[in-house]
């Protein structure tokens, strides 16, 4: 039987085949030969280009929601290199203030589920199938935590309650946990992308500042274990911030499967909201309350201070 490492040295050696093949192409090494401005204004107009092409085509096949909630996810993922930035400063931070931070984002995360996400997931499934909406949304949330459980035993990776352990360990776990971060991005996006499918723009603004608010803490918790290893700072926290663009990807799937197909709407608010509650129960209270005292009893009245700041700006923005 293979075990995660084994999977996880499979996928590099993918990686680095494929990163080697990019490196060696006509095309980088143009690239590559240019005086560094022109060089870095080429990237530039590529990149700005690439996003004209396709914001232009989501305008045109699905209209403005579409837009708006694909960069609302883009900004929700960029939000973990935000979280990063510490890193370049500090090695460590104390885990009172960490897990704090995970407490709060939690909360944050609980209080968008259950008004942003259930809620109204509820009253689209009984505008659809009067009296049934409960069932569907119930039905969704099943699927999306199943969705992680399969994601977590197939893709190698570490738990997140191993954080505080990985700033001492090696190379290979601490990749393994920026693994687990990633899978776990996926169906945060997703969440943006279908509350912004229900048509409501309110509903979309809330949850993606809940999402960019919970990955704060986790692109802090990607960049510092690399900055120990040794790695440029610069470096871990681009790392970190490739690790949330995952989201935009769940993002405009999430946003154009309900675009496209409506009924289904209240099962993917409730494979958002699953999927995010596994994450909560599963990766960032375990880690809050990994040892007993202060350390936990801070972050459970985080966790309470993010659920109020969040339940109450979903008040004011409705």
Not at 118 to 126: A, C, D, E, K
Not at 130 to 135: E, H, R, S, V
Not at 142 to 149: E, N, V
Request: aromatic letters at 12%; zero cysteines.
């Amino acid at each position: 039987m293979t075990t995660p490492n084994q999977k996880f040295k499979q996928i590099q050696l993918y990686l680095e085949a494929q990163l080697a093949r990019v490196l060696a192409s006509p095309y980088y090494q143009k690239l590559q030969a240019m005086p560094p401005l022109q060089r870095w204004a080429t990237i530039a107009g590529l990149f700005l280009a690439s996003q004209l092409v396709i914001f232009g085509a989501l305008y045109l096949i699905f209209g403005k929601v579409v837009v708006i909630g694909f960069l609302a996810s883009i900004v929700a993922g960029l939000a973990t290199g935000f979280g990063a930035l510490p890193a370049l400063f500090f090695r460590n931070i104390s885990n009172n203030l960490f897990n704090s931070m995970l407490g709060a984002a939690a909360g944050v995360m609980l209080a968008a589920t259950a008004f942003s996400l259930l809620v109204p997931g509820i009253g689209f499934g009984n505008a659809v199938w009067a009296g049934k909406g409960i069932y569907l949304v119930s039905f969704g949330m099943l699927l999306g935590a199943l969705f992680l459980h399969y994601a977590d035993r197939q893709l190698p990776h570490v738990h997140f309650d191993a954080v505080s352990d990985l700033r001492k360990t090696s190379f290979s776990k601490i990749w393994l946990f920026i693994v687990a971060i990633t899978i776990h991005n996926f169906p945060e996006g997703m969440s943006v992308g279908v509350s912004f499918g229900t048509g409501e723009m309110k509903t979309g603004i809330v949850l993606a500042i809940a999402i960019a608010l919970q990955n704060i803490p986790e692109g802090l918790a990607v960049a510092l274990p690399l900055v120990g290893l040794g790695y440029n700072k610069w470096r871990a926290v681009g790392i970190a911030t490739v690790t949330g663009l995952v989201e935009p990807v769940g993002g405009l799937l999430g946003i154009t499967m309900v675009t496209v197909f409506q009924p289904i709407l209240p099962i993917a608010m409730g494979f958002a909201a699953g999927a995010m509650l596994f994450v909560i129960s599963e990766e960032i209270i375990p880690e809050t309350h990994g040892n007993t005292g202060d350390r936990s009893r801070y972050a459970t009245f985080a966790l309470m201070f993010g659920f109020i700041i969040m339940m109450i700006l979903d008040n004011m923005l409705g």
